[in-house]
T-cell receptor, first 117, second 113 residues
Framework: DTGVSQDPRHKITKRGQNVTFRCDPI?????LYWYRQTLGQGPEFLTY????????KSRLLSDRFSAERPKGSFSTLEIQRTEQGDSAMYLC???????????????FGQGTRLTVV | AQKVTQAQTEISVVEKEDVTLDCVYE???????LFWYKQPPSGELVFLIR??????QNEISGRYSWNFQKSTSSFNFTITASQVVDSAVYFC??????????FGGGTRLMVKP
């Protein structure tokens, strides 16, 4: 396992179209996170999963956004009716936690760069 | 609410110079974690270090060193004898036990030959 992988790396879409991104975390990691990064800014948290359960959602995650992690493995992030303001890099990260070790470093994928035209 | 401030948006140095990247954080939590990540042009965030709030020991890893001071809420990062390959955007981040990271705005470091 070479790390967190994201697909596609780049996506150009017309305003109003739906897009879906995929993230494959490091295989033994039980936590998966989605972040959004706009140009010149730091990443901003969107949502995270503990196994298949989505435990936290940022207020940045409007109702046009939906994320899933079926079976606690890969995850998908869908944006419906895309807007130009959705143009950003979408980063996925994963980490491993246990009852006695709640915080460990998160490993990031290379991201999916979305351009809405 | 948590907040991370990286006041230096861009730093330019000549190879072999030492450079320090500043990071100041705000949190009401007594237990928290601080991170530094490097983002090269390829876009992937590369983990550099993680510190918890109870461990104020400074750390050195090769040419990299970190200075954590709770009294000033700072977690600064120094690169000694910088190299061109160090050119990247560096992010300081803060999280609670749940691992949701709050990032600073990043510092773009340019190391010129």
């Amino acid at each position: 396992d070479t790390g967190v992988s994201q697909d596609p790396r780049h996506k150009i879409t017309k305003r109003g179209q739906n897009v879906t991104f995929r993230c494959d975390p490091i295989s033994e990691h039980n936590r998966l996170y989605w972040y959004r990064q706009t140009l010149g800014q730091g990443p901003e948290f969107l949502t995270y999963f503990q196994n298949e359960a989505q435990l936290e959602k940022s207020r940045l995650l409007s109702d046009r956004f939906s994320a899933e992690r079926p079976k606690g493995s890969f995850s998908t992030l869908e944006i419906q009716r895309t807007e130009q303001g959705d143009s950003a890099m979408y980063l996925c990260a994963s980490s491993w936690t246990a009852a006695t070790i709640m915080n460990t470093e998160a490993f990031f994928g290379q991201g999916t760069r979305l351009t809405v035209v | 609410a948590q907040k991370v401030t990286q006041a230096q948006t861009e730093i330019s140095v000549v190879e072999k110079e030492d450079v320090t990247l500043d990071c100041v954080y705000e949190t009401r939590d007594t237990t928290y974690y601080l991170f530094w990540y490097k983002q090269p042009p390829s876009g992937e965030l590369v983990f550099l270090i993680r510190r918890n709030s109870f461990d104020e020991q400074n750390e050195i890893s090769g040419r990299y060193s970190w200075n954590f001071q709770k009294s000033t809420s700072s977690f600064n990062f120094t690169i000694t004898a910088s190299q061109v390959v160090d050119s990247a955007v560096y992010f300081c981040a803060l999280s609670d036990a749940l691992n949701m990271l709050t990032f600073g705005g990043g510092t773009r470091l340019m190391v010129k030959p």
